[in-house]
Structure formats: C-alpha cells, structure tokens
C-alpha cells in the first residue's frame, strides 16, 4: 500500500454532482447497500445482511470525527468516502468508492473535494491517502496532487489448494 500526502490545494471541484456528509437514516441505507458491493467487489463475503450495517455503526463508532461523505449521480448515492480530520494537523480521507457503472465520470474526482475541505477547516493542513500501489486510483491521487511518502507492505500466507500428488512407491512427487 502506498501512503500519499496533498499538501497544496485540491485541483479541480464537485460539479455536476452532489457530495453531502452522510447524517440521516435514509442516507446511512444507500451508503450500507454500496459499501455491500465494495465488499463484494473486493472478495469479502457480502451475503450476510447485517454485515454492512455492523461494519458502518463500527466505522462511526471507532472515532467519532470519522465522517462519511456520499456522491451522488441523479439523486441516487452511487460513491462513498470517509475522512477524520486526523491528529497533529494531518487528516486523513479513505475507503473512496465508485459504484463499478458509475466510474471513469468524475464522481471519485468530486467525492474526495468535501472531506478534504473539511479536514482543513478542522484543523489540518496535509491530507493523507492510502492506495494500492499498483492500483489505477494511485495514478488519478497523483494527478491531482498528492505525492507518495511512505510504502506499507504486508504479507499474506496463501493456502495450497492442490493436494500434494503421491507417487506409486508412496513418496510425494
């Protein structure tokens, strides 16, 4: 994972579309249905119906300043992203998602423009990301301005799942 910085304005802005900071009921629904098909899209097991719900109500609960914003496309969140205006005055923006139809338009673009604007009128002046290092967002974060600083690796032990083969005489091949 690659660590980015933005320590200068944030090119471009949000229009045509609507970014707001996710505060009624309704709203936590529509970002609960996307942050199900982030998951999904990502490998996790999406299918039990309360894991989104848990996992936003933990997300809000772990810090509060956490704030999750939705972008919207014709009335309808189709993206989501959180920010926390962080500590030492550096904040932090994460978790951007795009609805897979909704991509390639800008919304990822307008969605990050509120939460880094509100991260600084909390208090901070750099704003962090992190990105797959070899991810296509690393490249579109790059483009409008943040720059890496530091690489987070972890490593991961695959399981097998072939069966060692056994030859005739009984020793594996």
């Known amino acids: 994972m690659l660590v980015m910085v933005l320590e200068g304005p944030l090119p471009g802005d949000t229009a045509p579309f609507r970014v707001a900071h996710l505060t009624r009921d309704a709203e936590r629904v529509a970002f609960e249905v996307l942050q ?62 795009v609805h897979p139809e909704f991509r390639h338009r800008g919304l990822a673009t307008a969605l990050l423009h509120p939460p880094v604007r509100d991260c600084r009128d909390l208090g901070a002046g750099p704003v962090i990301i992190v990105a797959d290092a070899a991810g296509t967002p690393r490249d579109m974060y790059a483009a409008m301005g943040w720059r890496a600083v530091a690489m987070r690796r972890s490593y991961l032990r695959m399981r097998e799942s072939r069966t060692t083969a056994v030859a005739v005489s009984g020793e594996p091949r």
């Open 36 to 97: 199900a098909l982030d998951w999904a899209e990502g490998g996790s097991d999406s299918r039990e119906p309360d894991l989104a719900a848990a996992m936003a109500a933990a997300m809000r609960a772990k810090a509060p300043p956490i704030r999750c914003w939705l972008g919207y496309v014709g009335g309808v969140a189709r993206g989501y992203v959180w920010s926390w205006p962080g500590l030492d005055g550096v904040g932090q923006v994460e978790s951007l998602f």
